[in-house]
């Protein structure tokens, strides 16, 4: 096993739900009806975009949620690890979006979840992925270059008869970059940092049409992270040599 590969060791910083349908129509006539019930149903809902074919409305400056023609998501910016607020969320927005457009069936239905772990430097973080053997590196001379691997990525799709799973790991640095404003120079000093991090990406999804009978929202959330987690901590341990 590879300690520093280790499911456990990576935070949760995104979760999404997403389902899409055909093209609803509807949406032009009912996009007010569906914000209103919405605004009723949270507390500190703010509008963040507003057109003809998509509407994205902020709660509590945490979860982005997005009605448009064929597709609408509830995102979760902050999730704790147990999802409890996300899932108690989520039904309530979907429902009423599958209600007030008159979703009969989807044609797709996501879930993604995004992990991190931060290192200290980009070869730590490239290191991570590379010595689990997840993937072939080249250890000699190539393009005429003696280098080394840097910011790898490795990507598949597992796909099955009526779901699939997108699955990415990948090395990355961030740069973060805060301008002070103008007349503050003298009281707050710039902020120029780099995180260096290895993302685990995942997103479960069907690949065949449901129905909407068939889809009880907080009961396919909690059964699609069950398997996640469950699963992530084994791939995680795989031995990939």
């Known amino acids: 096993m590879n300690s520093s590969l280790d499911f456990s ?5 995104s979760a ?17 009806l569906i914000w209103s019930e919405a605004n009723l149903a949270w507390f500190g809902l703010k509008a963040n975009q507003a057109e003809p074919n998509v509407t994205r409305f902020v709660i509590n400056d945490r979860f982005d949620v997005m009605v448009s023609l064929d597709r ?16 108690e969320h989520a039904p309530t927005f979907l429902n009423l979006v599958m209600d007030s457009l008159n ?31 997840i993937m072939t590196v080249p250890t000699n001379k190539i393009f005429n270059i003696q280098g ?13 008869e009526s779901t699939a799973a997108q699955i990415m790991l990948k ?5 973060i970059d805060f301008k002070v404003p103008v007349g503050l120079e003298d009281e707050i000093p710039p902020v120029h940092l780099t995180k260096y991090e290895v993302i685990y990406d ?25 398997l996640i987690k469950r699963d992530s901590k084994n791939f995680m341990v795989l031995d990939h040599g």
Do not use: C, M
């Open 9 to 13: 060791q990576f935070k949760l910083t």
């Open 16 to 32: 999404t739900i997403e389902i899409r349908y055909d093209n609803a129509y509807i949406l032009w006539d009912r996009a007010g």
């Open 72 to 87: 609408s998501h509830l995102i979760d910016n902050k999730p704790t690890s147990s999802l409890k607020e996300f899932i």
């Open 103 to 133: 979703i009969n069936k989807l044609e797709r239905i996501g879930f993604r979840l995004i992990y991190k772990k931060y290192f200290k430097d980009k070869d730590t973080a490239a290191g991570t992925i590379i010595d689990s053997k």
């Open 148 to 160: 080394k691997v840097l910011l790898p990525s490795y990507s598949f799709v597992w796909e099955g």
């Open 171 to 175: 090395a990355v640095d961030r740069k």
């Open 202 to 226: 995942i997103d479960y999804y069907t690949i065949k049409t449901v129905s909407r009978g068939q889809f009880n929202v907080k009961d396919w959330i909690e059964q699609a992270y069950h």
